[in-house]
């Protein structure tokens, strides 16, 4: 059984189809990549498997359980977290505080025990911040707790985000363009993170990556989008040489010349 799959996956806007019927599988313990030229529809693709936009036509499983439909908080709690294309901390509270609230979606506590502050809550508040700590310390923001979100540098918010996406235990980890903005050392040390949180957490991600390097030296399998459609889906090789996805990028005179250098 797939992970996550999507079965004739519809979302409009309008008079605009903006994911038209995908049907995607992702199968546990992998590293894939979704990619595609600008307004391909990927980021409305991953909202709409994180229930900020529902589907018009079409089912999300996860687990072999259908999502389609739940709010984003219910999604989280099955086991799909993710990042965001612009980074969302809530900038005013800390990095500690910002990781505690990925952790929302499993904490039992009824809100009479956190109002008295009664024993159960205390031991729950203190594995909560124990756990924090140790996210802080796994994404490499050591020593960094009390600082506002919003004084860390570029690098370290995205590591930010990316810890509070952890904090909520998931199955599937989205991240959605995780290396923009970074230069090629940063984007080395989070393309290693992204290998440890798969290899040591058993945490499955799918990716929307611009940076090929990225995609091609980390993708197990590479989905292509244009238009809102699925174009293509392979190998990093497989896909480098998919006459559809160098027309999506580059137009149909690069694939004629390509044919023509063959010739």
Same mark, same amino acid.
């Given at each position: ?8 996956? +519809? ?8 994911? =038209?019927? +995908? ?53 989280? /709690? ?6 965001? $294309? ?70 370290? $918010? ?24 970074? =230069? ?12 440890? &949180?798969?290899?040591?957490?058993? &945490? ?13 030296? &980390?993708?197990?399998?590479?989905? +292509? ?15 480098? /040489?998919?006459?559809?996805? &160098? ?17």
């Amino acid at each position: 059984m797939a992970l996550l799959e999507t079965i004739d996956l +519809v979302k409009r806007f309008g008079g605009l189809t903006a994911v =038209n019927k +995908v049907n995607f599988s992702l199968n546990q313990g992998r590293i894939v990549s979704i990619i595609g030229p600008n307004g391909a529809g990927k980021t409305t693709f991953f909202n709409t498997l994180t229930g900020i936009y529902h589907p018009e036509e079409g089912r999300i499983l996860l687990n072999g359980n259908p999502v389609h439909g739940l709010r984003p908080d219910q999604i989280a /709690a099955r086991g799909l977290s993710r990042t965001f $294309q612009n980074i969302r901390l809530f900038d005013n509270m800390s990095v500690i505080e910002n990781i505690l609230v990925g952790m929302h979606v499993h904490l039992k506590q009824a809100p009479l025990a956190t109002l008295l502050h009664l024993p159960s809550f205390k031991r729950e508040e203190k594995a909560s911040e124990l756990k924090a700590e140790e996210l802080m310390q796994y994404v490499g923001l050591r020593g960094v707790g009390n600082e506002l979100a919003k004084n860390l540098p570029y690098g370290g $918010q995205r590591r930010l985000e990316i810890a509070r996406a952890l904090a909520a235990d998931p199955l599937l980890l989205l991240l959605d363009e995780p290396a923009a903005g970074m =230069n090629p050392q940063e984007t080395e040390e989070m393309t290693r993170l992204f290998r440890r &949180i798969r290899d040591e957490r058993g &945490i499955t991600i799918l990716l929307i990556e611009h940076d090929m390097r990225v995609v091609m030296n &980390i993708s197990e399998l590479i989905c +292509v989008m244009d238009y809102g459609e699925k174009i293509a889906e392979g190998t990093p090789d497989e896909i480098r /040489a998919d006459a559809r996805v &160098i027309e999506a990028y580059l137009g149909r005179g690069a694939v004629a010349g390509q044919h023509e250098e063959k010739l």
